[in-house]
């Protein structure tokens, strides 16, 4: 679905990140407990893409109106360096060697190669037209770029740094996944109803599949997952639909929010983040019985999201707070019997069920999900350097919460100016600034004790 920010850009608004590899056996799963928003990170202006190292020390986020990325250290929860890359960067992506990542920009029509030891710019690689995304495959060797307004995958040799295949597929191609044995392509074609698959080894599409109108994103259930199943969004129809991975038939479709931009999968492959981007929210669901999970809401303009290699947290870029929402997933581990042997698929049909001693095994939220009432109409939070404490402006109510994160409770409420819009915390955690639309001025609070 085409979103229109300003005069002079169009962006088709959603990436899929894909990040996957968690081992199952037969004795041993992953019971989780409800994911919960526990902090925001500011980043750049209008962040879009969001993709993490496939050892998940780093998550690079491109912010579309600066031109820039965000490295994100995952172990300070921090920014850590800031490059800059082409025009109106959208997708990226981390090649599997760690060595560099790939931005597409959308606006110059090329792709910027990052050094990821340096965390600097390498290079462009010209692609032409509007790249929006990129998958590598697992060795690193090559690239798959979807190029969106010349409905093309712009395939990139990794080693010459160089297009050396140009794929036509349907029309608008935004979403791009690669499967987790690197044999095949999925791009979900925006401008219709279908997806692409091309073949790996004789770069070719091989298939053009009927799917639900306007899919903005794919993504593949990893190795470990009990089920091979790839996802689709419909983001006209508001659905997600699941195809067998091996014979392209479908298994099921669910019903989720208005306009889904972008899924994320948990590394064993039982929860599926969706990102609905008019509700404002992430949808989460067992991604082998289609049961909801929770829905967790977020400021204005959620649109893409990815799941880190261990499973412990989903981020989301939001554009109004140029943040990305950092989503604590918790699991404990619960024995379960032998998985049921592969039946055959049924178009329509459920997945198959997970044997468990006495019931099936469904993801379901336990122990205590957090829920922080602030004031009226919350729209843009800011975290403390030492992140103990989150500060929430309240554009309905004009006032400042915060919020103690261990205790996940409201310890201040402040009055600010009319129709705050945007709140940051500056570095010392001594001083937290308010911008105040309607009375066009800033509040500058002493944080006092809570910094």
């Known amino acids: 679905m085409l979103k229109v920010f300003g005069n002079t850009k169009a962006l088709f608004l959603f990436i899929l990140i894909f990040i996957f590899g968690v081992f199952l056996n037969s004795s041993l799963s992953y019971a989780f407990l409800a994911p919960r928003l526990s902090r925001d990170i500011p980043v750049g202006s209008f962040p879009f893409g969001v993709a993490f190292s496939p050892n998940g020390s780093y998550a690079l986020i491109t912010n579309a109106d600066d031109d820039t990325v965000s490295v994100v250290s995952m172990a300070t929860k921090g920014v850590v360096a800031s490059i800059k890359v082409g025009s109106h960067p959208t997708g990226v992506a981390i ?44 060795n690193s060797r090559l690239a798959f770029v979807a190029n969106i307004h010349n409905n093309e995958v712009d395939v990139i040799n990794t080693r010459q740094n ?46 053009n599949i009927r799917t639900g109108k306007n899919p903005t994103s794919v993504a593949f259930s990893p190795l470990s997952s009990p089920v091979r199943y790839f996802y689709v969004a419909s983001g006209k129809e508001n659905r997600i639909y699941a195809y067998n991975a091996k014979n392209f038939a479908p298994v099921g479709k669910f019903k989720t929010l208005s306009d889904p931009s972008s899924l994320g999968l948990t590394p064993d492959g039982m929860m599926l983040f969706v990102v609905n981007y008019q509700n404002m929210a992430v949808s989460i669901y067992n991604a082998v019985h289609f049961d909801h999970i929770k829905t967790i809401n977020l400021p204005t303009g959620p649109i893409n999201v990815a799941v880190s290699p261990d499973g412990s947290v989903a981020l989301v870029t939001v554009t109004s707070a140029s943040s990305a929402a950092f989503i604590r997933i918790k699991k404990t581990t619960a024995a379960y019997a032998q998985i049921a042997p592969a039946s055959p698929v049924v178009p329509g049909a459920l997945a198959p069920a997970i044997s468990a001693p006495s019931s099936n095994y469904i993801p379901q939220p336990f122990g205590k999900v957090a829920t922080v009432y602030t004031g009226e109409g919350p729209s843009a939070a800011a975290i403390t350097p030492s992140g103990r404490y989150l500060y929430v402006v309240n554009t309905q109510s004009s006032t400042l919460s915060v919020i103690d994160v261990a205790k996940d409770e409201v310890v ?17 955690g001594h001083y937290c600034f308010v911008v105040n639309s309607s009375s066009n001025t800033v509040t500058i609070i002493s944080t006092g004790n809570y910094y």
């Open 95 to 138: 090649a599997p060697s760690l060595t560099f990542a790939y931005v597409c920009n959308t606006a110059s029509g090329n792709v910027s190669l990052l050094n990821m030891a340096t965390l600097t710019k390498a290079l462009n690689i010209n692609t032409g037209g509007s790249p929006v995304n990129v998958v590598f495959t697992p």
């Open 162 to 207: 160089a297009v050396i295949k140009r794929l036509g597929v349907g029309k608008k191609p935004q979403g791009i996944a690669i499967s987790p044995n690197g044999k095949i392509v999925l791009v979900a074609n925006a401008g219709g109803s279908s997806v692409s698959i091309i073949n790996v080894s004789s770069l070719s599409v091989i298939r």
């Open 412 to 428: 201040k409420t402040i009055k600010v100016g009319d129709y705050p819009t945007a709140v940051s915390i500056s570095p010392d």
